[in-house]
């Protein structure tokens, strides 16, 4: 009943039902149901008020609304835009210099926001009719913009980081304790800030050889550089467009890998340092004040009453057997660990295809993680190979999300079928980079030591 009951969650999810009200909503029918039978013990929704508290008052899961706060902030103060009409003035005289100055933008902006729709559409909106008025390739074009776009889940302050961070500390003292620890590690946010750091920067890296590697092979693709219609560039200028972001980043990224600040603080002060950048360029009016808290306040309450629906599920998964069978079937895995990860990063994958990555981390990563963990896995490194893979999902044809936003601002002037085509080389090179984290773990793990000692 248990596989049962995560089968039909996948299926109703399918036909377009909230994802928050079909996990709490089916869970509780089929707990309904096997008590009915015996198979359920209707009490263990005593444990619920608490599991809610426990959410609601959790300091960790504070840092989201701040994070999505700083980053709502910064889309509407325009520096986005600021940004990669800056960088495209400075790089555009040089070929592909646009997609350069795309690359650039994309990280500076996962790393000051950590919002793919927003990054997606942004890019989209400003970069790709110039792109194409240039006569750079619409297929390279739209993929390069949305893999760009995905770096905001796995360069930090990355949203989807801080949400499994909260899971993977719950899950490695779960496993801590099965192994008769009792007095067990924990794995922070910040670990996992540090841990994504090095593999994030190389995937820009990865991009940008790439790009090279095509620049030299079809120089075709991008098209005719014309000098003319661009604006002078100045220092002034390139500091005034780079340095609030950099700012913003250093005070918030650098606060928490430092252990000055929790996660929760830094978002804090990256919430209050977004505000001084839009009055600082005078882009805050009461009215996009107002839309920036209205957005907030549903991008946080969706968070969480999915947590909420996701609890009532992991709640009814547990009372079914379900840990027990998911814990056997890893153990007879053939491979041993390698083969239950293997397992594990197709069905994320897999399941990347018709889920978001909030819903993957509160009901997948749950069920799985402790028993991964159990089995001797290092948290950070596991942590990064989640995000990653989670980063590839929203890419892969043909239901990566980051598609889905770049079609909806493309019009008429790139087809679904350019966008798909583009977008398979950058899909490559992200499989290319977990190939990388798996084979030398060390890339995810060697910062944290350095800073933490773990």
């Known amino acids: 009943m248990a596989l049962l009951l995560f089968a039909i969650i996948c299926l109703v999810l399918m036909l377009g039902y909230p994802v928050a009200l079909t996990l709490g909503g089916v869970a509780f029918l089929f707990a309904v149901v096997a008590s009915f039978f015996g198979a359920f013990d209707m ?33 509407k103060s325009r520096i986005a835009e600021q940004l990669l009409t800056t960088m495209s003035d400075l790089f555009g005289r040089l070929r592909g210099g646009l997609i350069f100055s795309v690359f650039l933008v994309g990280m500076l902006l996962a790393a000051s926001t950590g919002i793919v729709g927003a990054t997606v559409v942004t890019m989209g909106l400003m970069s790709l009719p110039t ?166 306040v549903k991008i946080t309450s969706m968070v969480f009453l999915i947590l909420i629906g996701a609890s009532v599920f992991s709640l009814v998964f547990r009372g079914l057997g379900g840990e027990e069978l998911i814990h056997e079937l890893f153990m007879s895995m053939p491979g041993g660990v390698v083969g239950a990860m293997l397992l594990v990063m197709a069905v994320i994958f897999l399941l990347g295809f018709i889920l978001d990555f909030i819903e993957i981390t509160f009901v997948v990563v749950p069920l799985v993680a402790p028993i991964l963990l159990a089995m001797g896995l290092d948290p950070v490194w596991l942590g990064i190979m989640i995000a990653m893979n989670l980063q590839t999902s929203f890419l892969t044809p043909p239901f990566g999300f980051a598609l889905f936003y770049l079609r909806g601002v493309t019009g008429d002037t790139v087809s679904s079928g350019q966008i798909y085509r583009g977008v398979i080389p950058f899909v490559v090179l992200q499989l290319v980079m977990l190939l990388l984290l798996s084979l030398w773990p060390g890339l995810a793990t060697w910062l944290p030591s350095v800073l933490y000692g773990n």
């Open 43 to 75: 009490g263990l929704f005593g444990l619920l008020p608490n599991r809610i508290y426990g959410i609601i008052n959790n300091d960790i899961l504070m840092a989201v609304p701040l994070f999505v706060f700083m980053g709502v902030v910064l889309e």
């Open 131 to 296: 792109l194409l008025k240039r006569g750079y390739s619409p297929e390279f074009s739209a993929g390069a913009i949305c893999a760009t776009g995905t770096l905001g889940q796995i360069i930090p302050p990355s949203i989807a980081l801080v949400l499994l961070g909260d899971v993977l500390s719950n899950a490695y003292q779960q496993a801590q304790l099965k192994m008769g620890i009792f007095n067990p590690k924990s794995v922070s946010v910040g670990d996992l800030f540090a841990g994504a750091l090095i593999p994030g920067l190389l995937l820009v890296l990865l991009y940008v050889l790439y790009t090279l590697f095509r620049l030299w092979r079809h120089p075709e693709d991008f098209g005719d550089e014309v000098a003319e219609d661009r604006e002078p560039i100045s220092i002034s200028r390139v500091i005034s467009a780079l340095l609030p972001p950099l700012l913003l980043i250093l005070l918030v990224l650098g606060s928490i890998l430092t252990g000055i600040a929790t996660p929760t603080e830094a978002a804090s002060v990256g919430a209050a340092g977004a505000l001084f950048i839009a009055i600082g360029k005078r882009q805050l009016s009461m009215l996009a004040l107002k839309e920036v808290m209205q957005s907030t």
